[in-house]
């Protein structure tokens, strides 16, 4: 039987103090930063991916178990062996795992943790759903179910659905936290290059006097520079 216990030692293994300590500075553990506390391993992405791929057959009790750990590493493999069965499953399955997934998001607890799960399960699996649920994250004090929230709508995005999307984003245009003004402004972006210019275009001139500047400058990333300069000057 795969265990969580297995892919941790796995994962301390792999792992480097040089990379722990750059993770480290990288995802804000310092005190009162948004990852203060996080523990790292020092284990690259593409590493764990290869772990995942590798224990792809664990149970969600096991994925349950790793998902709880303190190391960063060992919650986001957690969450790439989730995506991956996921893909793999059935729809009753799907709908399961979606279930698991909404019921241990405290311990989704970082940006990377959402970016690469959100979209691939949750946002997956709601484009055949209803999606009240991610109207509900969006009202959440925890950050990073808020930002699960918008994330999810990527997968919307790419099916050529939008309504979700701006709407989420309208929403969380009043967050104070710059990684929801981040990531509001990468799905805005990401309407304008997969969906619609025009769309997007409307949007910002409805919004852009009270959007945060960072959400704004990540929205018109793909704009011309005339036109990064015109809403940027608004």
């Not at 991956?84 to 709908?95: F, G, L, R, V």
């Not at 990377?112 to 999606?131: C, E, K, T």
């Not at 925890?142 to 709407?167: C, H, P, Q, V, Y």
Request: charged share 30%.
């Amino acid at each position: 039987m795969l265990t969580a216990t297995q892919i941790e030692k796995t994962l301390k293994k792999l792992g480097s103090a040089e990379k722990a300590k750059a993770s480290a500075w990288y995802f804000k553990t310092g005190e009162g930063q948004y990852g203060h506390g996080d523990i790292f391993a020092g284990v690259t992405v593409p590493e764990q991916r290869k772990v995942a791929k590798e224990y792809k057959e664990i149970s969600l009790e096991e994925i349950g178990k790793l998902l709880k750990n303190k190391i960063h590493e060992c919650r986001l493999t957690a969450l790439l062996v989730l995506v991956e069965q996921y893909k793999h499953s059935d729809e009753k399955t799907k709908a399961k795992i979606a279930r698991f997934y909404l019921t241990h998001t405290k311990y989704i607890n970082n940006w990377d943790l959402v970016d690469l799960s959100a979209p691939n399960i949750l946002g997956d699996y709601l484009l055949r759903g209803n999606r009240q649920i991610l109207y509900k994250l969006a009202k959440s004090k925890n950050i990073w179910e808020r930002r699960i929230a918008i994330l999810a709508t990527f997968a919307f995005i790419k099916n050529g659905e939008t309504a979700d999307s701006f709407a989420i984003a309208e929403m969380l245009l009043s967050d104070k936290h710059d990684l929801i003004h981040k990531a509001v402004g990468w799905m805005l972006r990401e309407i304008g290059k997969h969906y619609s210019r025009p769309a997007l275009v409307n949007f910002l001139n409805i919004h852009k006097a009270c959007m945060p500047r960072t959400t704004l400058r990540y929205a018109i990333e793909h704009f011309s520079p005339a036109e990064r300069k015109k809403f940027l000057s608004r």
